[in-house]
């Protein structure tokens, strides 16, 4: 599942060579000649960029301010309406509300992704984004979405934070809509501990986002840095040398990881499949990430049951029902517990709450052996089967 599991010393040599090669420069930008004009950040968005498509790529802190950064940079604005789904990490209406929009929150469908249907029906004249959001590997109904968007000239900005490298009908996450964001923190598919990422294959809006990502900064190559134009303001959201050391060379590593999960992930559902009780999520494209499996029961009753005898067997779940509280926006009480618009947070997403809390995702883990993975698989269908 996550690049932590096979950091080694490949990433550690690169940390090294930033400072035997680089003489220690860990900032992204000038100190040319002490840095031997070597300029990691810079190679590791057009490394990103190049892996998913051949578009442009910034790299900022981590895959909230991504989603912050872009929305800006789309121009988002207080009083602005910005559709996502119910299911999907805080960070996602973090980064709304921080624009000062107004997060209008969907429910989702089988995919455990954002609900068309329920995406058309929320569409007003305030509307001015669309964050569908690929939870865990699994990439949402982009054809549906964005003939929406296009209908009612709506950019639509992908949350791929959980799914880099998964395809949909050919063609990576980051590249489905107008941009895309990625995390990179310790529970991703590669990571550089923190981290994000910007994708576009707009060469303009990847500008404006690298530089709000440097305080306005534009880089100007007729200039030194000290006497650099700015048209915008910014922030500081930079991303460090050291951190594009690890990403560069986790990064070199993503096809083997999105390979051993599919791998994986066929060999555990072949044998939980034998179980009749459960239905499993629908995937949206088999060149999904692979590195989750869902599926739900008839009950909430059976799906607790389900995972206190998982627990009993030293079975983790992820996301699903151990993390909730900060991946279904009902138990987002901290943001909605003073806002009028989901005084009724509890029931307001009432569908995806059904179908959640009758769900168990299970993790698939990169190195795992092909017997580790079968006795995984039995001992979730010995479970199923005692329900």
């Known amino acids: 599942m ?12 690169a940390v090294i060579d930033v400072f ?3 003489n220690g420069v860990l900032f992204a930008h000038g100190f040319d000649v002490r840095r031997n004009h070597i300029f990691r950040v810079r190679d590791f968005e057009k490394a990103f960029a190049s892996e998913l498509g051949n578009g442009f790529a910034a790299a900022c802190t981590s895959g909230t ?8 940079a789309m121009g988002i604005k207080p009083g602005d309406e910005v559709i996502t789904q119910s299911f999907t990490f805080i960070a996602t209406i973090e980064a709304i509300m921080a624009c000062g929009a107004i997060p209008i929150v969907v429910d989702i469908d ?9 995406l058309k029906k929320a569409i007003t004249p305030k509307t001015k984004l669309i964050v569908p959001v690929h ?32 395809k949909y009908k050919g063609v990576n996450t980051g590249y489905l809509g107008n941009a895309g964001v990625f995390s990179l923190d310790f529970g991703k598919t590669i990571t550089t501990g923190e981290g994000g990422m910007i994708t576009s294959k707009n060469r303009e809006l990847i500008t404006d986002c690298l530089q709000f990502i440097d305080h306005g900064h534009e880089n100007n190559p007729a200039f030194p840095r000290g006497r650099d134009t700015a048209t915008n303001y910014g922030f500081n959201y930079r991303m460090s040398e050291l951190q594009a050391a690890v990403g560069l060379e986790q990064l070199k590593k993503l096809e083997m990881i999105v390979f051993k999960n599919r791998e994986n992930k066929s060999i555990i559902k072949s044998i939980i499949s034998k179980a009749t009780n459960i239905k499993f999520r629908r995937i949206t494209d088999s060149n999904e990430l692979a590195d989750t499996i869902i599926f739900n029961l008839d009950s909430v ?3 607790n049951k389900c995972v206190a005898e998982l627990t009993k067997l030293g079975v983790g779940t992820k996301n699903v029902p151990d993390a909730m509280r900060w991946h279904f926006n009902k138990y987002f009480t901290q943001i909605w517990k003073n806002c009028d618009l989901y005084s009724n947070y509890d029931t307001a997403w009432a569908k995806s709450d059904d179908l959640l809390s009758r769900s168990v995702s299970l993790p698939v883990m990169v190195l ?19 329900l």
Not at 2 to 13: A, D, L, M, T
Not at 135 to 152: F, R, S, Y
Not at 376 to 384: A, R, Y
Request: glycine share 6%; with cysteine.
């Open 20 to 22: 035997e090669k680089s």
């Open 110 to 118: 089988d995919t455990y992704n954002m609900d068309p249907i329920e």
């Open 65 to 72: 301010s991504a989603q912050y950064i872009t929305m800006k």
């Open 301 to 303: 009753e059976l799906a």
């Open 368 to 386: 795992w052996t092909e017997e580790e993975c079968k006795t995984f698989g039995e001992k979730v269908l010995t479970v199923l089967n005692s």
């Open 2 to 13: 996550p690049g932590f599991e096979i950091i080694g010393n490949e990433e550690k040599n």
């Open 135 to 166: 939870m865990l590997g699994n990439p949402a109904e982009m054809d549906a979405i964005n003939e929406i968007a296009k209908e009612h000239n709506i950019p639509v900005l992908e949350d791929a934070c959980e799914a880099l490298g998964a």
